[in-house]
Structures are given as structure tokens and as C-alpha cells.
């Protein structure tokens, strides 16, 4: 569901303070080009309970296993005639090579070590997409069109 020019102000303010309120920080923000990006955001899962990412047990559980983020796009088609929202949201997967697994057993798995690295004060490390978060796309849209005053889309029904 599209809302009017005039609006667009208002639902970018909206899109804003809602990344704001769950702990989002924006890395491009271009209104003229109707784009907001987030840096990703590091949760742990049922380690990190003020946080909303998650949606069931299943999504605390993964988080808390494996070093997942979540990354924030917003954009609005176009900004200048009858716009369109749309949120997405992309779950990353922090993966650091090196690793050197023990088959007689996991306890005396180790991590290579680059010493330059080291002294730099650096690990590598490199962020893999390993899916999306609908249900998080859609509390975070809920949540814009609650501030900036439009209506939620009904949901697609079969007839």
C-alpha cells in the first residue's frame, strides 16, 4: 500500500526513529534517493534478552549458537509520486577462517593465527548472507506505519 508525496516526510521520520528504538544504526541515509542501511547488529540470542530481533525460541536458540547480525534496508519507490515502503531485513552469519578442527576431539580445536594481524590488533573475519527475517520485516513495517500514521497493508488471502 502506497501513501501520498506530502507523506514522505513523515513516514522517513517514522522509518528513522523506529530503527532508533530497536537499536539500528543507520549507515546511508539518502532521502532524495528514498535508501536507508544499517550497519549490521550482533545479537546473541537468549544471551541478549533486551533484544527484539528475534521472533520464536528457535530464532534465540540459532542466535545464540552461531554469531548471527541482522542488516536494515528501507526504501521508498519513488519518493517524489505515491510511494511505496518496503523493509528488508538480512540475516549475516560472522564466519572467521583459521579454524582447525580435532577429529579425536572438539576440545583441542584450535585457530590458526595470522601474527600481523595480530600486532595490528585485527582478526579476519567476513560477514556470509544467510537468509532474511520476514517476520522481523514485518514488525519493523508495522512499527513505521504505526508512527507516520498510515495503514498497514491487509494480508495476501487466497479466496
Same mark, same amino acid.
Given at each position: 500500500?502506497?501513501?501520498?508525496?506530502?507523506?514522505? @516526510?513523515?513516514?522517513?521520520?517514522?522509518?528513522? %526513529?523506529?530503527?532508533?528504538?530497536?537499536?539500528?544504526? +543507520?549507515?546511508?541515509? !539518502?532521502? /532524495?534517493?528514498?535508501?536507508?542501511?544499517?550497519?549490521?547488529?550482533?545479537?546473541?540470542?537468549? /544471551?541478549?534478552?533486551?533484544?527484539?530481533?528475534?521472533?520464536?525460541?528457535? &530464532?534465540?536458540?540459532?542466535?545464540?549458537?552461531?554469531?548471527? *547480525? %541482522?542488516?536494515?534496508?528501507?526504501?521508498?519507490? +519513488?519518493?517524489?509520486? @505515491?510511494?511505496?515502503?518496503?523493509?528488508?531485513?538480512?540475516?549475516?552469519?560472522?564466519?572467521? @577462517?583459521?579454524?582447525?578442527? *580435532?577429529? &579425536?576431539?572438539?576440545?583441542?580445536?584450535?585457530?590458526?593465527?595470522?601474527?600481523?594481524?595480530?600486532?595490528?590488533?585485527?582478526?579476519?573475519?567476513? %560477514?556470509?548472507?544467510?537468509?532474511?527475517? @520476514? &517476520?522481523?520485516?514485518?514488525?519493523?513495517?508495522?512499527?513505521? %506505519?504505526?508512527?507516520?500514521?498510515?495503514?498497514?497493508? /491487509? +494480508?495476501?488471502?487466497? !479466496?
Amino acid at each position: 500500500m502506497g501513501f501520498e508525496p506530502e507523506r514522505y @516526510p513523515a513516514v522517513f521520520d517514522a522509518a528513522m %526513529r523506529t530503527l532508533g528504538e530497536w537499536r539500528f544504526v +543507520p549507515d546511508r541515509i !539518502d532521502a /532524495a534517493r528514498g535508501v536507508i542501511t544499517t550497519y549490521p547488529k550482533r545479537t546473541a540470542g537468549l /544471551a541478549t534478552l533486551w533484544d527484539r530481533e528475534q521472533t520464536g525460541l528457535d &530464532d534465540e536458540v540459532r542466535d545464540l549458537l552461531h554469531q548471527h *547480525e %541482522r542488516k536494515v534496508r528501507i526504501t521508498f519507490d +519513488p519518493p517524489e509520486e @505515491p510511494s511505496s515502503l518496503l523493509v528488508e531485513v538480512a540475516i549475516l552469519r560472522v564466519r572467521r @577462517p583459521g579454524w582447525r578442527v *580435532e577429529t &579425536d576431539a572438539l576440545r583441542f580445536s584450535s585457530y590458526s593465527v595470522d601474527p600481523g594481524l595480530r600486532r595490528r590488533g585485527e582478526q579476519p573475519e567476513y %560477514r556470509e548472507v544467510i537468509g532474511t527475517d @520476514p &517476520d522481523l520485516e514485518a514488525r519493523l513495517d508495522a512499527r513505521i %506505519r504505526e508512527l507516520a500514521g498510515i495503514a498497514t497493508p /491487509a +494480508p495476501f488471502t487466497h !479466496d
